[in-house]
Every structure is written in C-alpha cells, then in structure tokens.
C-alpha cells in the first residue's frame, strides 16, 4: 500500500532558528513529490521535486529528494513567526499520496 | 485574480442528516478535486472532475456521498446521511489542467457532525 510519513509530527522553535522536515514515501510508479504550507484550512504549493539531488530554492525555503532512499527534507532558515503553519508533503503516483503534515510553530 | 470560493465556512449539523457543500472554482480551470481533511491527517481526494466528467471518484464512499458539477463550472459535494466520522475539512482545490501544481485550494469548509 502508498504511503507518505511526514516526521516531526510538531515542531516547535524560535525566531531565528533553522528547521529540517522530513517525508519518507513509498509510493508505486513515482512521477513527483510536493511540498505545500497550510495555513489555517487552505494549503499552498511550495515546491514540485521530481529529480535526486536537485535543490528547489525559494527565498529561506529549500527543499531536496533523495529517490534512492526515497525521502525529501524541506529546509527554512531564520525561521520567521509567519512560517508557523502545517508543512505537508503528496507523493504523486497513479494517485496523489499525502502525508499527514508538520505542525511547526515558531515562537517570538 | 479571484481564488476558489467555498460556502458554507462553518457547518454544525446531527448525524442521519444532509449538508451540501458548494465551489465556484477560479475562472477557466477545467479540473476541480475535492478533498477531506480529518484532523491530523493530510487530504484525501473524494473526487476529481474534468471539466464536468469525473475522472476519478475511487475513494468517494458512494453509498452516502455524491459530488456533481454540472456545466463544468461550479460544483457541489453532499453527504447524506452523514456520520460522525465525516467530521472534517472538506476542501475543493482547481487547476487549469490535470497537474497538481497548479492547483489553488479554496479555504474549505469545516463540518462538525454530532
């Protein structure tokens, strides 16, 4: 069976600190994996990895896939209290897999 | 650009009973999905539309479920009868095609059912 596991399941630090999220997949026919941040009910897009190896960067953002070991880490630097939010992670096979999300809180 | 629009925000309702949950998806997009969201747990898709043929509704229980968007514009999504654990937030995303990424969420609708 797919599946997407997303760790920690919360997380929470200060403003100014730097935090690593994890999501580990198993998922048939792997076409890509994407990061969302749900803030309150609606998630939006973050990043779409498709390649090993290749960072996706967006201002403090960052993100890499592991397709070997099948894993992606999202990456914010000087974490910001705007940054607080759900992180979740799909997996796109023959169906979009997703994980059950990050609560990460930042702290002032 | 306007986003996906969602009414009810809020639903309270008791269980046996019937709740109808609407989209106007943003102009243009031909695919919209709804999702349910239980707490702590990330979406699952009930429904995806193309245009206004389903393109896969493999995990909509149909016994108490159904979703229609006729014209393939907006859409609407009902339960009935609803259960307890229908309790969730259900989401209705579009995209001008048939990929992720390019989807937009509407801010959802929360159902609380007692």
């Known amino acids: 069976e797919d599946k997407v596991v997303q760790s920690p399941l919360s997380l929470v630090v200060h403003e100014g600190d730097t935090v690593t999220l994890n999501c580990s997949y198993e998922?048939?026919?792997?076409?890509?994996l994407l990061w969302y941040k749900q803030e309150k009910k609606a998630p939006t897009f973050l990043f779409m990895l498709t390649s090993s190896g290749i960072e996706k960067k967006s201002g403090r953002l960052s993100s890499i896939l592991d397709k070997k070991e099948l894993f992606s880490i999202l990456n914010i630097t000087a974490t910001q209290t705007g940054d607080s939010a759900i992180y979740l992670c799909?997996?796109?096979?023959?169906?979009?897999?997703w994980g059950a999300g990050t609560k990460l809180i930042i702290k002032p | 650009e306007a986003g996906v629009a969602q009414s009810p925000r809020y639903k309270i309702i008791e269980k046996r009973q019937s709740v109808a949950f609407w989209c106007n998806p943003i102009?243009?997009?031909?695919?919209l999905y709804w999702y349910q969201q239980i707490l702590g747990q990330g979406p699952k898709l009930l429904i995806q539309?193309?245009?206004?043929?389903?393109?896969?509704d493999s995990q909509l229980p149909k016994d108490r479920f159904s979703a229609e968007r006729l014209k393939g514009v907006d859409s609407t999504l009902k339960i009935q009868p609803a259960k307890l654990e229908d309790s969730a937030v259900y989401l209705c995303a579009s995209s001008p095609r048939d990929t992720y990424t390019e989807a937009f969420f509407g801010q959802g609708t929360r159902l609380t059912v007692v």
């Open positions: 102009s243009g997009h031909a695919t």
């Open positions: 799909a997996v796109e096979g023959y169906q979009l897999i």
């Open positions: 539309f193309q245009n206004n043929g389903v393109v896969d």
């Open positions: 998922v048939t026919n792997f076409r890509s």
